[in-house]
């Protein structure tokens, strides 16, 4: 049964901008950096029909694009969206692993009673982000996470498509093999010259001369090949820290964007917290730093509060100290936060999702099901052979 869920943001902060500002619509838009060694962050889809994508330099994005309209990023407002996205994940499974700002799993199989299929929790995501966000998302979903996250990118854009399990060798043998998660040019390149170039014939290869040729990454290739994807989806109740970050798509040096995307961070960090019924005592900064005189080296930096906390506020002040301290600002990449020193107690909220009997289940649902009739009325439940 298709239970994990890629779900994607299309072209986030493009989207983002042209939400924001009615007068992009329709029109090829990048956000990111137009001038010299700029890169494009994000390009939204009436850029890439010329061929604009992300990590392009722009100078060879505005070849391709003349017209291109460069927008330069805005970290906090699509951290505080992606806080909003996400909340609209939890409706439907507490167990989400955030990629980056506009991307996650989700396993569904506790909720499939309650909410319907995979594909009907799917649809009721992307409505959900199109109604209340005015944004599209697509979807896609399967029983592991390699066919969900591939399928999201074929259901792309503003779509969505569902793999079930005794479909997911069909779906993934035609395949390239560039399509697994973590191969790369080289590893791509040894498989060719092996003649390897689908997922199919990755497949029916000799799992011990893969071995033999990429080492311990060949097994497991081998296996994801042939639909083995035991990968869990790490949802927030099994970790020991709370994080956020971020990469700018240039050299990032402006103090009042560096410190709003700090607190943006905080904020989304502390919701999580706070939905969990945990707080943490220790809040770390870590930002990786671009500057041409120091090296692409992750900084982080920490301080452990005398009680612990679930406050944005709190947690936004500490971190932006800790920037605020430093010796020297470079020029930085990546900016994050992270809580961790975790207290309180998390497994109360856990049994809403899970299937099964018992008194503080029902109850806890029932509440869940009451905060869902109150916010959307009742014609959005869909108990699922409940
Ligand atoms: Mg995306």
Same mark, same amino acid.
């Given at each position: 049964?298709?239970?994990?869920?890629?779900?994607?943001?299309?072209?986030? +902060?493009?989207?983002?901008?042209?939400?924001?500002?009615?007068?992009?619509?329709?029109?090829?838009?990048?956000?990111?950096?137009? =001038?010299?060694?700029?890169?494009?962050?994000?390009?939204? +889809?009436?850029?890439?029909?010329?061929?604009?994508?992300?990590?392009?330099?722009?100078?060879?994005?505005?070849?391709?694009?003349? @017209?291109?309209?460069? &927008?330069?990023?805005?970290?906090?407002?699509?951290? *505080?969206?992606?806080? #909003?996205?996400?909340? &609209?994940?939890?409706?439907?499974?507490?167990?989400?692993?955030?990629? /980056?700002?506009?991307?996650? +799993?989700?396993?569904?199989?506790? /909720?499939?009673?309650?909410?319907?299929?995979?594909?009907?929790?799917?649809?009721?995501?992307?409505?959900?982000?199109?109604?209340?966000? %005015?944004?599209?998302?697509?979807?896609?979903? =399967?029983? =592991?996470?390699?066919?969900?996250?591939?399928?999201?990118?074929?259901?792309?854009?503003?779509?969505?498509?569902?793999?079930?399990?005794?479909?997911?060798?069909?779906?993934?043998?035609?395949?390239?093999?560039?399509?697994?998660?973590?191969?790369?040019?080289?590893?791509?390149?040894?498989?060719?010259?092996?003649?390897?170039?689908?997922? =199919?014939?990755?497949?029916?290869?000799? !799992? @011990?001369?893969?071995?033999?040729?990429?080492?311990?990454?060949?097994?497991?290739?081998?296996?994801?090949?042939?639909?083995?994807?035991?990968?869990?989806?790490?949802? #927030?109740?099994?970790?020991?820290? +709370?994080?956020?970050? %971020?990469?700018?798509?240039? #050299?990032?040096?402006? !103090?009042?964007?560096?410190?709003?995307?700090?607190?943006?961070?905080?904020?989304?960090?502390?919701?999580?917290?706070?939905?969990?019924?945990?707080?943490?005592?220790?809040?770390?900064?870590?930002?990786?730093?671009?500057?041409?005189?120091?090296?692409?080296?992750?900084?982080?930096?920490?301080?452990?509060?005398?009680?612990?906390? #679930?406050?944005? *506020?709190?947690?936004?002040?500490?971190?932006?100290?800790?920037?605020?301290?430093?010796?020297?600002?470079?020029?930085?990449?990546?900016?994050?936060?992270?809580?961790?020193?975790?207290?309180?107690?998390?497994?109360?909220?856990?049994?809403?999702?899970?299937?099964?009997?018992?008194?503080?289940?029902?109850?806890?649902?029932?509440?869940?099901?009451?905060?869902?009739?109150?916010?959307?009325?009742? /014609?959005?439940?869909?108990?699922?052979?409940?």
């Amino acid at each position: 049964m298709a239970t994990i869920l890629h779900a994607d943001m299309d072209a986030f +902060y493009a989207s983002v901008e042209q939400l924001d500002n009615p007068e992009l619509h329709g029109k090829p838009v990048a956000v990111g950096y137009g =001038g010299r060694r700029g890169v494009v962050a994000a390009a939204s +889809y009436e850029a890439r029909r010329f061929g604009v994508r992300s990590a392009m330099a722009s100078s060879v994005a505005k070849n391709l694009c003349p @017209e291109l309209v460069f &927008i330069r990023s805005r970290m906090p407002r699509y951290a *505080a969206i992606s806080a #909003d996205v996400r909340e &609209i994940f939890y409706r439907y499974t507490p167990l989400i692993e955030p990629l /980056s700002l506009d991307e996650a +799993y989700l396993d569904v199989g506790g /909720s499939l009673r309650l909410f319907g299929s995979a594909g009907e929790i799917a649809q009721s995501i992307r409505r959900d982000i199109r109604e209340e966000l %005015n944004l599209p998302c697509s979807v896609g979903g =399967g029983s =592991g996470k390699l066919v969900a996250k591939i399928a999201s990118k074929k259901a792309k854009p503003d779509g969505m498509l569902i793999v079930e399990e005794v479909d997911t060798l069909e779906f993934l043998r035609p395949l390239s093999v560039s399509e697994i998660w973590g191969v790369g040019r080289v590893t791509e390149q040894k498989l060719l010259d092996m003649g390897i170039a689908t997922i =199919g014939q990755l497949a029916d290869y000799d !799992p @011990e001369v893969l071995e033999r040729e990429l080492g311990r990454w060949g097994p497991l290739l081998h296996g994801l090949a042939n639909g083995e994807d035991l990968r869990t989806v790490e949802g #927030d109740r099994a970790r020991k820290s +709370y994080g956020e970050e %971020n990469t700018f798509e240039y #050299d990032a040096t402006e !103090p009042d964007l560096i410190e709003a995307t700090v607190i943006a961070h905080a904020e989304t960090v502390a919701r999580r917290l706070r939905r969990d019924g945990v707080q943490g005592q220790t809040v770390m900064l870590k930002y990786r730093s671009s500057g041409r005189d120091v090296d692409f080296k992750l900084v982080t930096r920490s301080h452990t509060l005398d009680t612990p906390t #679930d406050d944005g *506020a709190v947690i936004g002040r500490v971190a932006t100290d800790l920037w605020r301290a430093e010796p020297k600002h470079p020029p930085i990449r990546l900016v994050g936060v992270q809580v961790s020193g975790l207290e309180g107690d998390k497994p109360v909220q856990l049994g809403l999702f899970n299937e099964g009997e018992g008194d503080q289940r029902s109850k806890a649902l029932n509440a869940a099901l009451d905060d869902i009739v109150k916010r959307f009325g009742a /014609s959005s439940i869909k108990r699922g052979g409940a």
